[in-house]
């Protein structure tokens, strides 16, 4: 979905290294999220955020940070990257309709290799 | 969020309705049936959601059973680019927006 991006959308690390994934949104959406996907898996939730002022960890939140620099900015950080951190990472955003279902758009996604 | 069992995979012939199973034997009555679908590593895609009614939209058909403990996933004429993972997904409405994804049903339309 071109209203949620995400950059770099490939990147290969080495061991150790801190790595930061950005996501911008254009949906004026006050809630994001950060995904990762092993192969053959679904996806597991790492953070998540319901307004700038507001994070919370996911399922998987060790070895991760993140930052709500803004509404539409969420980024994921790995401080000292490693190789069972190689995944593919989705963001995504929602709004929120109480009449209505609270679908997510998710970006693209950021494939991380962690060597 | 109660648990979803979906078939890993299944085949379907192009132009064809494709019929997805879910069964979420311990849903709530609270909770929403969503389901999303996943082209090739892409991110995942919404497709239609309910809760006791059945539901059309312009993807799909969902038709949930009157004791909601399945649900059916309809895409009436399968192309081959509804080729992905569809997810069944059962939450409660409003509950943070969280997603809890399982394997998914792995739907190949072959011409």
């Known amino acids: 979905d071109a209203d949620v991006t995400q950059t770099p959308r490939n990147r290969i690390t080495k061991t150790g290294k801190r790595i930061m994934l950005e996501c911008s949104q254009t949906?004026?959406?006050?809630?994001m999220y950060w995904y990762r996907q092993d192969p053959g898996l679904g996806l597991r939730l790492i953070y998540y955020?319901?307004?700038?002022?507001?994070?919370n960890k996911g399922e998987i939140s060790d070895g991760y940070s993140v930052s709500r620099q803004a509404q539409a900015k969420f980024s994921l950080s790995l401080e000292s990257a490693i190789p069972n951190q190689t995944a593919l990472y989705f963001c995504?955003?929602?709004?929120?309709?109480?009449?209505?279902?609270?679908?997510?758009?998710f970006g693209p996604g950021t494939r991380l290799t962690v060597l | 969020d109660a648990k979803t069992t979906q078939p890993p995979s299944m085949d379907c012939a192009e132009g064809r309705a494709a019929n997805l199973p879910c069964n979420h034997s311990?849903?709530?009555?609270?909770?929403?049936v969503y389901w999303y679908r996943q082209i090739h590593s892409q991110g995942p895609q919404y497709i239609i959601h309910?809760?006791?009614n059945n539901e059309t939209n312009e993807m799909a058909s969902l038709i949930i059973t009157e004791d909601r403990k399945s649900s059916t996933l309809i895409l009436p004429h399968a192309t081959l680019r509804d080729t992905a993972v569809y997810y069944c997904?059962?939450?409660?409405?409003?509950?943070?927006?969280?997603?809890?994804f399982g394997g998914g049903t792995r739907l190949m339309v072959k011409p």
């Open positions: 997904i059962v939450r409660v409405n409003n509950a943070g927006n969280m997603l809890t």
């Open positions: 949906k004026g959406h006050d809630r």
């Open positions: 311990t849903i709530s009555g609270n909770e929403y």
């Open positions: 309910g809760l006791k």
């Open positions: 995504a955003t929602s709004g929120v309709n109480r009449l209505s279902g609270n679908e997510q758009f």
């Open positions: 955020s319901f307004d700038v002022k507001d994070i």
